[in-house]
């Protein structure tokens, strides 16, 4: 363990070691990469469920991935479907936001009895 007067000694060479150009701070603005990076990321999450970027207004039979995904924001379930399975339940034409609410519907745990407050919020991926 070092002893009071190291940990000074340490203190002191960490504070003169390191860049010239200090940390940005909490009410300071943030770099334009960073707000790029965030916008890619949103366009690559768009781009990865449907053509179009609407994962719950995507008519079933034209999406393209395999694998459907829900999950509740509620209570947390996720239900994952694949595809086809889904166009022989609901139909070619059905939107995947219709599939997707009912079978959250179908299983949801949280019940209170009244019409606003039942079912499941759900999220689509």
Not at 36 to 46: G, M, P, S, V, W
Not at 62 to 68: A, E, F, V
């Amino acid at each position: 363990m070092p002893t009071p007067r190291q940990m000074d000694q340490l203190a002191a060479a960490v504070g003169t070691q390191g860049s010239s150009t200090p940390e940005p701070g909490p009410a300071d603005a943030l770099p334009p990469e960073y707000w790029q990076a965030i916008l890619k990321a949103a366009e690559a999450d768009r781009g990865r469920l449907t053509p179009n970027g609407a994962a719950g207004a995507a008519v079933l039979s034209r999406i393209s991935h395999p694998l459907l995904q829900v999950g509740c924001r509620r209570c947390g379930r996720a239900v994952e479907i694949e595809r086809t399975d889904a166009i022989r339940l609901y139909g070619p034409d059905a939107t995947w936001k219709e599939a997707g609410r009912r079978l959250l519907d179908k299983t949801c745990t949280q019940r209170t009895g009244r019409h606003e407050e039942d079912g499941c919020w759900p999220a689509f991926g």
